[in-house]
Protein backbone atom coordinates (compact mmCIF):
# COMPACT_ATOMS: atom_id res chain seq x y z
CA UNK A 1 0.00 0.00 0.00
CA UNK A 2 1.50 3.47 -0.55
CA UNK A 3 2.27 5.93 1.65
CA UNK A 4 -0.30 9.07 1.65
CA UNK A 5 0.89 12.64 1.78
CA UNK A 6 0.15 12.68 5.00
CA UNK A 7 2.38 9.86 6.21
CA UNK A 8 4.94 11.35 3.71
CA UNK A 9 5.13 14.37 5.30
CA UNK A 10 5.56 12.51 8.80
CA UNK A 11 8.24 10.36 7.74
CA UNK A 12 10.03 13.52 5.81
CA UNK A 13 9.72 15.42 8.95
CA UNK A 14 11.64 12.46 10.87
CA UNK A 15 14.45 12.26 7.77
CA UNK A 16 12.87 9.83 6.16
CA UNK A 17 12.51 10.93 2.34
CA UNK A 18 9.98 8.10 1.01
CA UNK A 19 9.46 10.07 -2.08
CA UNK A 20 12.57 9.65 -3.75
CA UNK A 21 13.54 5.84 -2.09
CA UNK A 22 10.64 3.55 -2.57
CA UNK A 23 10.43 1.53 0.44
CA UNK A 24 7.74 -1.08 1.58
CA UNK A 25 5.24 0.02 4.32
CA UNK A 26 6.68 -3.03 6.60
CA UNK A 27 10.54 -1.96 6.17
CA UNK A 28 9.57 1.67 6.76
CA UNK A 29 7.44 0.32 10.21
CA UNK A 30 10.37 -1.58 11.59
CA UNK A 31 13.07 1.08 10.55
CA UNK A 32 10.96 3.20 13.13
CA UNK A 33 10.17 0.44 15.47
CA UNK A 34 13.92 0.33 15.82
CA UNK A 35 15.34 3.41 16.13
CA UNK A 36 12.61 4.23 17.97
CA UNK A 37 14.02 2.24 20.64
CA UNK A 38 17.06 3.08 20.25
CA UNK A 39 17.15 6.99 20.33
CA UNK A 40 14.20 8.27 21.17
CA UNK A 41 13.98 9.81 24.57
CA UNK A 42 11.42 8.36 27.25
CA UNK A 43 9.00 11.12 26.97
CA UNK A 44 8.81 10.81 22.61
CA UNK A 45 8.35 6.88 23.53
CA UNK A 46 5.16 7.85 26.09
CA UNK A 47 3.77 10.67 23.24
CA UNK A 48 4.16 7.99 19.89
CA UNK A 49 1.98 5.64 22.79
CA UNK A 50 -0.46 7.87 23.65
CA UNK A 51 -0.73 8.17 19.74
CA UNK A 52 -1.19 4.56 19.48
CA UNK A 53 -3.43 4.36 22.04
CA UNK A 54 -5.56 7.62 20.92
CA UNK A 55 -6.02 7.62 17.07
CA UNK A 56 -7.47 11.61 17.42
CA UNK A 57 -4.00 12.71 18.75
CA UNK A 58 -2.34 11.35 16.02
CA UNK A 59 -4.19 13.13 13.61
CA UNK A 60 -3.72 16.30 15.59
CA UNK A 61 -0.22 15.89 15.54
CA UNK A 62 0.28 14.58 12.35
CA UNK A 63 -1.82 17.71 11.02
CA UNK A 64 0.56 20.07 12.93
CA UNK A 65 3.60 18.88 11.42
CA UNK A 66 1.76 18.77 7.88
CA UNK A 67 0.92 22.52 8.12
CA UNK A 68 5.16 23.14 9.76
CA UNK A 69 6.07 21.02 6.74
CA UNK A 70 4.19 23.54 4.49
CA UNK A 71 1.92 21.40 2.92
CA UNK A 72 -1.63 22.92 4.21
CA UNK A 73 -0.48 26.20 2.02
CA UNK A 74 -1.90 25.23 -1.13
CA UNK A 75 -5.65 24.49 0.36
CA UNK A 76 -5.39 27.96 2.87
CA UNK A 77 -6.83 30.38 -0.18
CA UNK A 78 -9.69 28.11 -1.44
CA UNK A 79 -10.51 27.13 2.41
CA UNK A 80 -10.89 31.09 3.00
CA UNK A 81 -13.15 31.88 -0.67
CA UNK A 82 -15.15 29.39 0.38
CA UNK A 83 -16.11 30.36 4.40
CA UNK A 84 -16.19 34.18 2.70
CA UNK A 85 -18.74 32.62 -0.10
CA UNK A 86 -20.58 30.77 2.97
CA UNK A 87 -20.66 33.90 4.98
CA UNK A 88 -21.80 36.02 2.26
CA UNK A 89 -24.65 33.56 1.50
CA UNK A 90 -26.10 32.60 5.07
CA UNK A 91 -29.63 34.11 5.34
CA UNK A 92 -31.41 34.39 8.50
CA UNK A 93 -33.00 31.48 9.73
CA UNK A 94 -36.73 32.11 9.75
CA UNK A 95 -38.30 32.88 13.22
CA UNK A 96 -39.32 30.10 15.56
CA UNK A 97 -42.71 28.74 15.72
CA UNK A 98 -44.50 29.46 18.75
CA UNK A 99 -45.11 26.48 21.01
CA UNK A 100 -48.06 24.13 19.12
CA UNK A 101 -51.01 25.39 21.64
CA UNK A 102 -52.77 22.13 23.93
CA UNK A 103 -55.99 20.88 22.81
CA UNK A 104 -59.27 21.06 25.55
CA UNK A 105 -58.72 17.28 25.07
CA UNK A 106 -55.59 17.33 26.59
CA UNK A 107 -55.77 19.74 28.85
CA UNK A 108 -59.24 17.73 29.89
CA UNK A 109 -57.24 14.99 30.29
CA UNK A 110 -55.09 16.15 32.62
CA UNK A 111 -57.23 17.32 34.82
CA UNK A 112 -59.45 14.34 35.14
CA UNK A 113 -55.71 12.35 35.91
CA UNK A 114 -55.30 14.89 38.88
CA UNK A 115 -58.91 14.26 39.99
CA UNK A 116 -58.59 10.41 39.70
CA UNK A 117 -55.91 10.85 41.55
CA UNK A 118 -57.61 12.63 44.43
CA UNK A 119 -59.96 10.31 44.89
CA UNK A 120 -60.17 6.83 46.12
CA UNK A 121 -61.78 5.62 42.54
CA UNK A 122 -58.27 3.67 41.69
CA UNK A 123 -56.57 3.08 45.03
CA UNK A 124 -56.09 5.49 48.24
CA UNK A 125 -56.32 9.31 47.92
CA UNK A 126 -52.79 10.60 46.27
CA UNK A 127 -52.31 7.03 44.25
CA UNK A 128 -52.93 5.44 41.01
CA UNK A 129 -52.73 1.85 41.62
CA UNK A 130 -53.60 0.80 38.15
CA UNK A 131 -52.06 3.85 35.50
CA UNK A 132 -53.19 2.11 32.79
CA UNK A 133 -56.91 1.45 33.56
CA UNK A 134 -57.26 5.00 34.92
CA UNK A 135 -55.83 6.88 32.03
CA UNK A 136 -58.04 4.49 29.76
CA UNK A 137 -61.42 5.77 31.68
CA UNK A 138 -60.08 9.22 31.58
CA UNK A 139 -59.75 8.85 27.89
CA UNK A 140 -62.94 7.79 27.00
CA UNK A 141 -64.59 9.88 29.36
CA UNK A 142 -63.02 12.83 27.92
CA UNK A 143 -63.63 11.11 24.41
CA UNK A 144 -67.47 10.78 25.16
CA UNK A 145 -67.93 14.19 26.57
CA UNK A 146 -66.29 16.06 23.53
CA UNK A 147 -69.07 14.29 21.04
CA UNK A 148 -71.66 15.14 23.64
CA UNK A 149 -72.33 11.65 24.71
CA UNK A 150 -74.15 10.63 28.05
CA UNK A 151 -71.41 9.86 30.64
CA UNK A 152 -72.86 7.99 33.86
CA UNK A 153 -72.65 10.24 37.61
CA UNK A 154 -71.67 7.63 39.47
CA UNK A 155 -68.14 5.69 40.04
CA UNK A 156 -64.90 6.62 38.82
CA UNK A 157 -66.20 8.16 35.31
CA UNK A 158 -68.82 10.57 37.32
CA UNK A 159 -65.18 11.54 39.04
CA UNK A 160 -63.87 12.08 35.95
CA UNK A 161 -66.84 13.84 34.69
CA UNK A 162 -67.62 16.19 37.08
CA UNK A 163 -63.61 17.23 37.02
CA UNK A 164 -63.27 17.93 33.63
CA UNK A 165 -67.07 19.02 32.22
CA UNK A 166 -65.67 22.71 32.60
CA UNK A 167 -63.38 21.78 29.07
CA UNK A 168 -67.16 20.73 26.91
CA UNK A 169 -69.63 22.50 28.01
CA UNK A 170 -73.14 20.95 27.04
CA UNK A 171 -74.11 21.45 23.26
CA UNK A 172 -77.38 22.70 22.86
CA UNK A 173 -79.27 20.97 20.92
CA UNK A 174 -80.26 22.79 17.78
CA UNK A 175 -84.32 22.49 17.59
CA UNK A 176 -85.61 22.78 14.30
CA UNK A 177 -89.05 24.22 13.63
CA UNK A 178 -91.38 23.52 10.66
CA UNK A 179 -92.16 26.53 8.07
CA UNK A 180 -94.81 28.90 9.43
CA UNK A 181 -97.26 29.60 6.78
CA UNK A 182 -98.28 32.81 6.46
CA UNK A 183 -101.85 33.77 5.62
CA UNK A 184 -103.13 37.43 3.80
CA UNK A 185 -106.41 37.93 4.01
CA UNK A 186 -107.26 40.78 1.63
CA UNK A 187 -110.57 42.81 2.60
CA UNK A 188 -112.75 43.04 -0.12
Excluded at 72 to 97: K, T
Aim: aromatic share 4%; proline share 5%; charged share 25%.
Amino acid sequence: MAFSNLEKALLLKLGIDVARNPVSRQAVTTALSMVGRQAVAPTARAGLGLARRNPLAATGLGALAAYEAGLLEPLEQPFEQAVMAVDEAVVQAPARRRKKRRTKFNKAVSEGMKAVKKSTSYGKKGTINNARKAFTQVTKVASKLNKGQKVPLKGPSGVIKRAISKFFPKKKPVRRTGKKKIDITVNR
